[in-house]
């Protein structure tokens, strides 16, 4: 799961040269040099506080990262004798200053405070280089703590090469922006880059997108990738009737990996920053199925809020995949169609019922399992998709095709925009009664209140799909110490205990795909102090049914 606050919002931005004297806070952006290190020069003028003591608010911890002061450098006040605390619990660096100033000039460098390659566990961090920079505004700005929410501000880019990209979450090769009234909540979810980006420009109903990238892709072309992005784009903005975005763009960085594939997205403000590891085990599809979800969330999990995150991540995230789905087969994105339909939800059974958790009730769904547990934060997506699965094809039948599931979407968007009402349970049971009215009540509380399995093998019949009746499921089979170095317990019915694995058997390397039933698990071992190579297949056999491929099934799903 990539950052789950995603903040889409269709802005009326305004990009003008206006006198700097009518903006409350104004930032100039250089890039500089020092001792052959790149650095972000950003000089800040704004309102002082009249009690004398003015305070700016910088995270030291944010979106999974800690030690982001480490970043800051050469931090200074101008023209003002220097006294600067800083409180890293807070977040707060402290200015004292003569009571009588009514503006403040301060300067601070950002810099990229790691070494080496780019890898996906830095991606959120400032990266600042002579080539290019990549930065998350809540990384790079700093505001006073005041009681106002919103400002005028200005953006300056100061000295940068005519052939320097500048682009940004507010707009694309613009050295001077104005942001009147700007909500600082939408500011700080900003991506910023500049440098050897290349910008791929295009329009969807006459709103501006774009693609913002750099480095010499492995797996495909920027232009197969802006494609994906304004065919998904444009219809989910069908789908929804929602064409109102004005700007939109993705930022997408490379990152060195030597095997397998990694991304990673964040949904922001009028964008979408993504860092993708750029080898061969990288492909086209990941990149549909990643625009496809995330930018989804621009209506279900944004707009279509929860009211309690963890407890209506059944929604959020399930609904949010199933429709990722059935979108990108209706659409035939990149090509994929009712095949792909029918292997994304054989591929969810299979993943949920793979769960040691999969019946546990929705009560148990709460921040500190969600946050903790593998198992816990995959288990709303596979339990929301085959619900919403469920729901779509049961109100299509009992209403003779007249209805769907995508019905009850628009009328919980219009119960969001029209009556600013948040996701509960209360209020989506009382939309989705309106097309399924006699079911509606039990079905809830039986499959995601009680977290019951749906009985698949019973509605595939009464569908009439031709489906396998049994497949096979990834089981590990065994369960590590918290330090992940010893065997606690093996499943004696397992392919881990056929292979020799016991409890207290300690490892010294492992290599675990996780989900992956074709990928062998990879265990150095030691037993009795002697090195030992344990290798096996993690499956099992289960009746999870699987819905066949073929002409029929495809007519019946509707693609």
Known sequence: MFKRTVLFFALILAFSCQEKSQSNIVFSISHVTEDSLSLLKINMKFPADSSGTTILEFNNEAWGQKDLFNTLHNVQLIDVDDDIEKDLDSGWIILKHPKNLKTLEFEYDLKQDFYGNLATDKAYRPVITEDYFHVFSHNLFMFPKTSKTNFDITLDWIDFPEQYTIHNSFGSKKRNQFLENMDVELFESAIFVGGDFRILEDEINGNAISLATRGEWVPFGEKEVMQVLKQTLKCQRDFWEDHSQEYFTVTMQPFFQETGSSFQGTGLTNSFATSVSNNDFTDIDQMVYLFNHELMHNWIGNTIENENEEEQYWFSEGFTEYYTYKNVAKNKIKEL????????????????????????????????????????????????????????????????????LDNVMKDLLKVATDENKKLNHTVFKSVLKKYFPNRTDTVFKEFIVDGKLLPLADFYNEMKLEYEPTTQLFELGFELSEDGTQVDEVNKDSEAWKAGLRSGDKLYSRSIWYGNISKKVELGVLKEGNKVAIDFYPVKMAEVPQIQISEENTQILGF
């Not at 929705?362 to 699965?389: C, H, I, Q, V």
């Open 337 to 404: 169609d009712g095949a792909f339909f029918i292997n994304s939800i054989n591929e969810t059974a299979k993943n949920l019922h793979s769960l040691s958790i999969k019946e546990v009730p929705n009560s148990e769904m709460n921040y500190e399992n969600f946050w903790s547990d593998y198992e816990y934060r995959k288990l709303p997506y596979y339990r929301g998709t085959l619900f919403a699965f469920y729901l779509d094809y049961s109100i299509q039948k009992d209403s003779n095709g007249k209805y769907s």
